[in-house]
């Protein structure tokens, strides 16, 4: 197994609600590694090259408004089966449906205003942090903890 790298962009109503740290720390207890963060403020350019998959769904537009209602944090997180760990962690896309325990679970009641989005590929993933981070505003380190997160033959 290698280690991947997934793009977690912390939505504007987490940032809204003062949930960023209390979110980036669930990520951070889990074992996955900060290789890149900041915050920015989207515009429709680069949620309509994100989004484009919804396109011609009517709620295509609902998604961008919501997105650029305050910032977000671009989150570049590395580890073993990095983009399944994300997707586990945050739980399924509706909040209302999500499972306690799960980030969407514990924090939200909504489908749109869902705290995280989390890349859901390897593939994906690459093109959304090539969109969101130029190269040099991600980082390759290992971790003082990296032998206490994995067995030797995990990685």
Sequence with gaps: MAIEKTLVLLKPCTLQRALAGEIISIFEKKGLQICGMKMMQLDDAILSEHYAHLSAKPFFQRVKDSMMTAPVVALCLAGVD???????????????????????????????ENIVH??????????ELARFFRPEEIFSYRP?????????DEY
């Design 82 to 112: 990095a983009v399944a760990a994300v997707r586990a962690l945050a739980g399924p896309t509706n909040g209302r449906l999500a499972t306690p325990g799960t980030i969407r679970g514990n924090y939200c009641m909504s489908f749109q």
């Design 144 to 152: 003082a903890t990296f032998d206490y997160l994995y067995a030797n």
């Design 118 to 127: 989390a890349s859901d590929s390897p593939e994906t993933a690459a093109v």
